[in-house]
């Protein structure tokens, strides 16, 4: 139980950072029709930020994440603005391979402006809570905590923007379909820029939040999120808003609950702890091929419509 | 895919299938070996021509008059270097125009430059002399050289090469037209042993049903429901043979969910569809997937044209082959000279149906830039690629003019006559409607309103209604 | 002694029949035959190759950058049929080249079977995997279908990773004797020479227009016999085979790889430098595919590195990769051999220009 307790802890942290990384990923899916690939190295720009402020210059950490998160918000909008809107014939595919061009150009540029930032990770609340269920030790540190607060705040007051505000209603009109919305009176250019920027400040606060929960730093630390959001989009549905967050926060505490299942279940009720820790390998390709088989069923995702074609 | 399923599963329907194929190689073979053959026979012709003008070169100088020779020769030369020299004498003029403008742009005095310029042109006329003395001195040289004539030995070498040219042509034409003949028997003996070996099959592949003698398609309560929505419901006509056939009805009417129905792009809630294919079999559509329908002889054309872009005309009506080359993926990826060969009758049947819609001239264009009106042409011709009997036309008049929706009618008819073809068609511009079809049926609803001659059915009261809107008692 | 000067004394006037072709018309057109362009560049890359390794004329660091160039060809060529012709995309050539990786440790450098036997097994794994990716995209297009064959890459790599995470295969031995790192080229370089006279023959041939009509209107290539799901698989299987070829080459020439590291060759990354490769070279020619692979592999260690400028500052090559990748999707969508197509045509125009300075505008 106390085992479980902590599988439970542990995927906290991942099930925030994934939940907000999707979150961009759709943002951006939605207004600019296409996948951000550039999205983990943007955010993990801002988590090299946040680390130098806060580390280096030794400035309060409340300090540091936001001024991070305006970097990353900026380059984002860049992107957009600059990259985007300036190609003669950018289409959603070409969209696709600028973000992935961004990526070397990033991840060279990183390490000339960070120069000697050897992981210094970011820390919000140094300290765990500790308790014991049974004779098993379980901790929660603070930062996960401060994270499921972050995370929650921020999540519930975009789905509210989403729902009723103005902007909100300007993105799903973008969303379902750009050129109308223009003539209807939409600025589409303003709309997906401020997504754009959301989605990197979405990006940077993520990578903070995931630098505190592990301890970590790294030019390719947040592609893992990235790819999983990617997942979570598809097997979600693009088609709302709400089905790739679910479905994100579902995919971490799977792997870890099928993790706990090897190692936890397994292993002690039959004893061996090779078979457990070997279905605890397998986990992230056992949780990829669910997702394919669902994929496949239902093409248009789990909160997906089906859209009749005419020919 | 066909080949290897057919041989996992020799069913008697697609051993049919595959002997099919076959016949329609050796028809088209057949079709092609005349021009083929008249093909090779100028080529050989012309390489005989050829060896026989070079054997006869030497004689043919001896005798030729050499003061008419040299003439023709320096005229020629001359004539060369007057090109050059034309061009010499724009580059003068133009950069003395050039050289003008500045002048007076900046004030200044052109007397100087108009004085070099005829310098500059009298120096090329000196050239000009001085080359016209150089050509009438080889000239001479030339006259001296040689001074004899003799036309014996030409007259003769002629009259025997003459006749043996004739005994040449004679021998490759006949020799051509036996091999022609020879592969023409083999050719008939083949396609009359597949035809034995289909009959025999089509014993035990019993027709899906008994259709009129006249009839071509059967469409029996047809039903289409999405969800709710009753597209077509329980409609029911036939398309006689060699008719034009004309489907009209207001927007969203249909019209379009029956031909994708006919052509199984969309899977019939109910109803039957009896339609007798290219080898006069009764046969039920409904059995059969999208892409297999074109092989049982009913192409279409669609609504905006949807041809592909990246290739020349000629390909694209190639592309609507592809069910009939004997070639396989393998025989492909090698580039065996088999291909080569397959695609070169197609080829001639292209340009032959190409020729017939009067765009021969575009067959090597893209299809990216041409004009829509082609375009439309285009996609008509490729529908007759495969000697479909029945041709279904999508709007074929939409986003045309007026000309050419009177050219597209005269096309219509004459595919109908020359290709022994049927024509079905939703149109809305009821002139062409009225003007050409033989038939003319009208839904609303997917239901029917009305079917029968084109005058009829213009009188009919419920048609008016349905395009003018309820009248009010 | 001009032939047209004795028409009125000749057998037969000319200009009346065509002339058969001259010797020199036949050699023309022999030249012009696109499958020998791709021998005669094979060629020109072993004599560039032997010059780097055996002669030493070149730098030795043009060997690899060439090398791995000419086997991730193969991968891009497969992309550029999948891509170009039949409109398909994928992400999961990372994925399909650890297939061969892999074929070829296990069978050949631990079972000892000859090195063409695990080419042969990589194969048929690479086409059941095509198989399942071509029935998947019969349900799921676009966008969709890239993140969809991402998702099954990273399943591979998994797999990868759980059967044996870093891999040695030591030396291979081909006809009998040991293959030296030199003496690479001649197996790679034929293959890819053999892989663009192949894919040649498919564009060229009914099968190439088929898979264009199914990229232009799925409906209409329907309407015309065409059976999406033949074509489809036939593209999927085509693609990671190659790509499957591609990761045999690739391992014969590093000697070993680790799964887990995040610049492997089965990592998200090669997916994505295939992508660009293809992109960046023009997706619908093979040459463009071929160059495309050599900006994103090849010009690194073969070019910028003897620039004393770029081995100071290695961080900009990748820098100037990546702007490179956004520019020309910016400004030319067709690629490099669009690039090409545009400069010959204002070439052209150049020269039309300098005539009608020189002639006056009417020259035409």
């Known amino acids: ?311 | 895919m066909a080949k290897i399923l057919a041989n996992i599963l020799p069913s008697p329907a697609n051993k049919l299938a595959l002997k099919r194929k076959e016949l329609h190689w050796i028809v088209s073979e057949l079709d092609s070996l005349e021009e083929v053959t008249s093909k090779r026979e100028q080529e050989e012709i012309a390489k005989i021509k050829f060896s026989l003008n070079k054997r006869l070169n030497k004689a043919a100088f001896d005798a030729c008059d050499k003061n008419e020779y040299v003439q023709e020769l320096i005229y020629n030369k001359l004539l060369s270097y007057d090109v050059k020299n034309y061009m010499n004498h724009r580059a003068l003029n133009h950069g003395l125009i050039k050289k003008i403008f500045k002048a007076k742009r900046e004030n200044k005095p052109i007397d100087a430059l108009i004085a070099e310029h005829d310098k500059k042109y009298d120096e090329l006329k000196i050239k000009r002399a001085k080359y016209v003395d150089k050509l009438e001195q080889e000239k001479q040289r030339f006259l001296a050289k040689y001074t004899t004539t003799s036309s014996q030995d030409y007259e003769n070498l002629k009259k025997e090469l003459m006749l043996e040219f004739e005994q040449k042509a004679d021998g490759i034409k006949k020799e051509l037209a036996a091999k022609m003949q020879k592969t023409r028997a083999q050719l008939e003996q083949k396609a009359a042993k597949v035809k034995e070996e289909m009959a025999e099959l089509k014993k035990q592949v019993p027709d899906a049903a008994t259709l009129p003698d006249d009839v071509l398609l059967q469409v029996k309560g047809l039903k289409m429901y999405f969800g709710g929505l009753k597209a077509v419901d329980d409609l029911t006509f036939d398309v006689k043979k060699g008719e034009i056939f004309g489907l009209i009805g207001p927007n969203g009417a249909g019209k379009t969910t029956v031909f994708n129905c006919i052509t199984r792009f969309y899977n019939a809630t109910g109803g039957d569809m009896y339609f007798e294919n290219r080898q006069g079999e009764v046969v039920d559509l409904r059995s059969f997937k999208v892409h297999d329908v074109i092989l049982q002889g009913i192409s279409r054309t669609f609504q905006n044209v949807e041809l592909v872009k990246e290739i020349s005309v000629l390909d694209n009506l190639l592309v609507a082959c592809t069910r009939e080359y004997r070639s396989g993926f393998w025989a492909h990826l090698i580039g065996l000279p088999m291909v080569k060969k397959e695609e070169n009758i197609l080829k001639l049947k292209a340009m032959r149906i190409l020729k017939f819609m009067g765009i021969e001239a575009y067959a090597n264009w893209y299809a990216m830039g041409l004009p829509y009106g082609i375009l439309k042409k285009v996609e008509i011709a490729r529908a007759l690629m495969l000697d479909s009997r029945l041709i279904i036309m999508d709007e074929p008049a939409a986003g045309l003019n007026d000309t050419e929706t009177a050219d597209l009618a005269q096309t219509i008819k004459r595919i109908r006559d020359e290709f022994n073809a049927t024509i079905l068609l939703v149109e809305h511009d009821m002139k062409l409607v009225m003007g050409i079809c033989d038939t003319v049926c009208a839904i609303s609803f997917g239901q029917m309103l009305a079917i029968g001659t084109p005058q009829e059915v213009q009188a009919n009261q419920a048609v008016q209604q349905a395009y003018l809107g309820a009248m009010e008692e | 002694m001009k032939k047209n000067l004795l028409n009125k004394y000749s057998l037969f006037a000319q200009d009346t029949f065509v002339q058969p072709q001259s010797k020199m018309i036949g050699i023309k057109k022999a030249a012009s035959n696109p499958i020998l362009h791709y021998i005669i560049f094979g060629v020109i890359i072993m004599v560039v190759l032997y010059m780097a390794v055996q002669l030493k004329v070149l730098p030795y660091s043009w060997y690899g950058g060439i090398i791995y160039t000419a086997a991730y060809s193969i991968s891009s060529i497969g992309f550029c049929l999948l891509m170009g012709y039949s409109g398909l995309a994928s992400l999961g050539t990372g994925g399909f080249i650890g297939i061969g990786c892999y074929a070829v440790y296990y069978v050949t450098a631990l079972s000892g079977l000859p090195f063409i036997v695990s080419v042969i097994a990589a194969i048929v794994i690479a086409a059941v995997i095509g198989v399942i990716v071509g029935f998947i995209s019969l349900r799921i297009e676009s966008i969709y279908l890239v993140i969809l064959t991402l998702g099954l890459s990273e399943i591979l790599r998994n797999i990868y990773m759980s059967l044996s995470d870093s891999i040695n295969i030591g030396t291979i031995k081909i006809f009998g004797s040991a293959l030296k790192t030199a003496d690479v080229m001649y197996v790679i370089i034929p293959v890819l020479i053999i892989i663009m006279i192949i894919t040649h023959n498919i564009i060229v041939s009914p099968t190439g227009r088929a898979m264009l009509a199914m990229k232009n209107s799925t409906a209409a290539a329907q309407a015309m016999g065409i059976s999406l799901l033949k074509y489809r698989l036939m593209a999927f299987i085509i693609c990671t085979i190659y790509a499957a070829i591609s990761g045999s080459m690739l391992i014969l020439r590093s000697g070993a790889a680790t799964a887990s590291s995040g610049t492997s060759f089965y990592a998200l990354i090669t997916s994505l430098n295939i992508l660009a490769a293809v992109i960046i070279g023009g997706y619908k020619s093979i040459w463009g595919a071929v160059f495309g692979t050599f900006v994103m592999y090849g010009l690194n260690s073969t070019i910028l590195q003897s620039i004393p400028f770029f081995t100071e500052n290695p961080a900009l090559i990748t820098i100037i990769s990546g702007v490179l990748v956004i520019v020309v999707v910016m400004f030319y969508p067709g690629g490099l051999a669009q690039l090409l197509q545009n400069l010959k045509f204002t070439f052209a125009k150049w020269k039309k220009k300098i005539r009608e300075d020189k002639y006056g505008k009417d020259i035409g």
């Open chain 1, 1 to 311: 139980m106390g085992y479980f307790l902590d599988t439970l802890i542990d995927s906290s942290m991942p099930m925030c950072v994934t939940a907000l990384v999707t979150m961009a990923i759709t943002l951006i899916f939605k207004t600019s029709f296409t996948t951000n690939f550039a999205q983990g190295v943007i955010s993990a720009f801002g988590a090299y930020v946040a680390s130098t402020l806060f580390a280096k210059m030794g400035m309060p950490v409340f300090v540091a994440v936001p001024i991070s998160v305006i970097a990353s918000m900026t380059i984002a909008v860049l992107v957009d603005v600059v990259l985007f809107r300036k190609g003669r014939y950018v289409n959603a595919i070409g969209k696709q391979i600028i973000t992935m061009g961004l990526i070397s150009v990033i991840v060279s540029v990183i390490p000339l402006i960070f120069t000697d930032l050897s992981y210094q990770a970011i820390n919000f609340i140094s300290g765990n809570f500790t308790f014991y269920v049974g004779d098993y030790n379980v901790t929660f540190s603070k930062n996960a905590l401060v994270g499921i607060i972050i995370t929650v705040i921020v999540l519930v007051l975009l789905f509210v923007l989403l729902r009723y505000s103005k902007w909100g209603l300007s993105v799903r009109a973008t969303a379902s379909n750009e050129y109308v919305a223009g003539m209807m009176g939409v600025n589409t250019h303003v709309v997906t820029a401020v997504s754009w920027g959301i989605a990197g400040a979405l990006g940077a606060l993520a990578a903070c939040l995931n630098s505190a929960g592990n301890a970590e730093i790294g030019v390719y630390f947040m592609t893992e999120y990235q790819v999983t959001a990617f997942l979570a989009g598809i097997v979600g549905g693009f088609a709302t808003f709400h089905g790739p967050v679910i479905i994100a926060l579902c995919i971490p505490l799977m792997t870890n609950l099928i993790s706990w299942f090897g190692n936890g279940v397994i292993s002690s009720i039959t004893g061996d702890m090779q078979l457990g820790a070997s279905i605890a390998n397998w986990s992230t390709t056992i949780i990829y091929v669910i997702a394919l088989i669902i994929i496949f069923f239902k093409p248009n995702g789990l909160f997906g419509k089906k859209v009749e074609k005419k020919v």
